[in-house]
């Protein structure tokens, strides 16, 4: 998943000071996101170019979604 064209790059930070970076599909970022603008408890499952992270809606700081062409560097 990791640079495809159907994968959007996210940023998970926590109370507390940890922050995850991962690779998801637009699909999966948009649920999070519908999960913690609705105020859903519990954990949620997201499926990323790493593998499964489960994430404690409650705890759950921020969440930063970047733009695909917000990239530093060369691209084609």
Request: aromatic share 6%; glycine share 10%; no cysteine.
């Amino acid at each position: 998943m990791p640079d495809s064209p159907d994968s959007v790059r996210i940023e998970v930070a926590f109370a507390g000071g940890p922050i995850i970076a991962a690779n998801v599909s637009p699909a999966s970022a948009d649920a999070l996101e519908h999960a913690l603008a609705s105020g859903s408890q519990g954990t949620h499952q997201l499926d990323t170019d790493d593998g499964r992270a489960a994430i404690v809606l409650g705890r759950v700081a921020y969440l930063k979604r970047f733009a695909r062409d917000s990239r530093v560097g060369f691209g084609l």
